[in-house]
Structure formats: structure tokens, C-alpha cells
């Protein structure tokens, strides 16, 4: 099963709005990933965020971390209808021993002009 | 600058042929991964390879599925005797180095089995 889950599973928000996103993990992690997918098309990575942070911005980004929660957000600023996508989380736990990533099942983000 | 690139970009295929993707990733990256994708989900994880080594893969991946990465440049991914269930996008992904957590997506092969 994935270890991480995105919640909402959608979003629809008017162009301008501030979009948020949420992503629940069950084990440790040495940092946690967020990408976003554009409808059928490959992943491009947004921003990265380590287990010692607690927030992270690029941009119209801002990433939080909790590691007590296992749980981290993701803010879109000033939504646009180019961020009309699928977002997604991705750990990969620690102790490693794995180079395996898990991916959330994802937010499906619909901004509307 | 080019990206990963893969092919085919789609593929419809009769139940029980095979079928051979190709990921070239970005030159210089030694970390390759395959995943899977269904529709609604998130990427499942298929297998790693660093350089030419397969260093591993997911349980999930029957041995119907094999992968190469032959000399550390592209790689294949196989499927023998498809199956409807194998209908899903194949994405491939490359990594600079270790240390660097960051994957790079190819478009991704749409596989269809009827």
C-alpha cells in the first residue's frame, strides 16, 4: 500500500486562491518530496523538504513538515490555471536499505479562470 | 539540455505479446528507477538501478517484468506475455548521484493490452 496519502483527493479553487495540500507518511524519513503531474504526462519535481526542516519555500510554494505528525502540507500562492495539475508526495524511509520511493495517491488540483 | 526521454510514448499491444520500453536518461545521471502508473494513483515504485547494476525491485513486479541497464546508459523494461492488468503509463526516472534525492520523469510509455 502507499505510504503516503494526499488529502484532498481534489481541489477546485478560483483562479488567485490559495490552494493547500496534505500529505500523511507512516515512517521515518530523511526528507519528503512533493511533484506535480500535468494531466498524462510525466513528473516534475517542486520541492524538496528534510526531516530536520519545518518549512520551505520556492517560489509560490511554501512546504511544512511535521515529522512528530508524519505529516507535511503543501501551499500554492496566488493559484494560476497552469497550476491545474496532480500533486504528489514522496518518501523514502529510513533506516535506508531501500532506494525505493513511495508516492502518495495524490491531489487533483483544478484551478478555474 | 535534453530530459529523459522514452519509448514508444504509447503502445497498444494483444494479450499475451510482448512488449520493450526504452528509457534514455539525462547523461551523467548513474540512478535510474521504473515505475508504474494507473490511473488515479500515485507512481509505483518497479525497480532501481545505479550504474548497470539492478540493485532493486519491487515484489510487486512478477517475473513476467525484466529490466536492464546495460554499460549505465539507457535502460529496457520487458514484459512477457501481457496481460490486461499491465495496461498502466511506465514512467521512467533518473537521479544524478547518491545524496541527491531529486528524480527526473521521462513522459512516460502508455501501455494498452486488449
Known amino acids: 500500500s502507499q505510504q503516503g496519502e494526499e488529502d484532498p483527493q481534489a481541489l477546485s479553487i478560483q483562479e488567485g486562491e490559495n490552494a493547500t495540500m496534505n500529505c500523511s507518511y507512516k515512517?521515518?524519513?530523511?526528507?519528503l518530496q512533493w511533484y506535480r503531474q500535468n494531466s498524462g504526462r510525466g513528473l516534475v519535481h517542486l520541492i524538496l523538504?528534510?526531516?530536520?526542516?519545518r518549512e520551505k519555500h520556492s517560489g509560490r510554494l511554501r512546504v511544512t513538515l511535521d515529522t512528530s505528525k508524519k505529516s507535511s502540507s503543501l501551499l500554492i500562492t496566488a493559484s494560476r490555471a497552469a497550476d491545474t495539475a496532480s500533486y504528489f508526495c514522496?518518501?523514502?524511509?529510513?533506516?535506508?536499505?531501500?532506494?525505493?520511493?513511495?508516492f502518495g495517491t495524490g491531489t487533483r488540483l483544478k484551478v478555474l479562470a | 539540455d535534453t530530459g529523459v526521454s522514452q519509448d514508444p510514448r504509447h503502445k497498444i499491444t494483444k494479450r499475451g505479446q510482448n512488449v520493450t520500453f526504452r528509457c534514455d536518461p539525462i547523461?551523467?545521471?548513474?540512478?535510474l528507477y521504473w515505475y508504474r502508473q494507473t490511473l488515479g494513483q500515485g507512481p509505483e515504485f518497479l525497480t532501481y538501478?545505479?550504474?548497470?547494476?539492478?540493485?532493486?525491485k519491487s515484489r510487486l513486479l512478477s517475473d513476467r517484468f525484466s529490466a536492464e541497464r546495460p554499460k549505465g546508459s539507457f535502460s529496457t523494461l520487458e514484459i512477457q506475455r501481457t496481460e490486461q492488468g499491465d495496461s498502466a503509463m511506465y514512467l521512467c526516472?533518473?537521479?544524478?548521484?547518491?545524496?541527491?534525492?531529486?528524480?527526473?520523469f521521462g513522459p512516460g510509455t502508455r501501455l494498452t493490452v486488449t
Open positions: 514522496a518518501t523514502r524511509k529510513i533506516p535506508s536499505g531501500t532506494y525505493k520511493y513511495i
Open positions: 538501478f545505479q550504474n548497470e547494476a539492478q540493485l532493486e
Open positions: 523538504i528534510r526531516s530536520n526542516e
Open positions: 547523461s551523467e545521471h548513474n540512478r
Open positions: 526516472a533518473s537521479s544524478p548521484r547518491a545524496g541527491v534525492d531529486e528524480q527526473y
Open positions: 515512517t521515518s524519513i530523511n526528507n
